[in-house]
Nanobody, 123 residues
Framework: HVQLVESGGGAVQAGGSLRLSCTATGFLPVDADMYWYRQAPGNECELVSKTTSSGQTSYGDSMKGRFTSTRDNAKMTIHLQMNSLRPEDTAVYYC??????????????????WGRGTQVTVS
């Protein structure tokens, strides 16, 4: 049984920074790709980042240059460092594994593994 637990959300002023973390427990393959997604009210689910087990990371267009995802395979943990935050970054952020695509709404009820989400509010 795989569980993903996020932490680190909160409220911050525009231009500020937050660091999210996600730890996977259970039988998640060590080579599973891990993701951050986000969804704001009224918007579809949006890919924030994808990080492979080798540390290769790709980002959504609006996150490039501001967000950095890092991964610790020994701890099955990924972090998302978010800098230069903007009000439009306000959303619930979800950690996910073994997805490979972006669903219209996140979390997906039956595909992949998902955390419960953590709220990020930028004012």
């Amino acid at each position: 049984h795989v569980q993903l637990v996020e932490s680190g959300g909160g409220a911050v002023q525009a231009g500020g920074s937050l660091r999210l973390s996600c730890t996977a427990t259970g039988f998640l393959p060590v080579d599973a790709d891990m993701y951050w997604y986000r969804q704001a009210p009224g918007n579809e689910c949006e890919l924030v980042s994808k990080t492979t087990s080798s540390g290769q990371t790709s980002y959504g267009d609006s996150m490039k240059g501001r967000f950095t995802s890092t991964r610790d395979n020994a701890k099955m943990t990924i972090h998302l460092q978010m800098n230069s935050l903007r009000p439009e970054d306000t959303a619930v952020y979800y950690c996910a594994a073994e997805m490979g695509w972006t669903p219209p709404s996140c979390p997906h009820p039956s595909f992949g593994y998902w955390g419960r989400g953590t709220q990020v509010t930028v004012s």
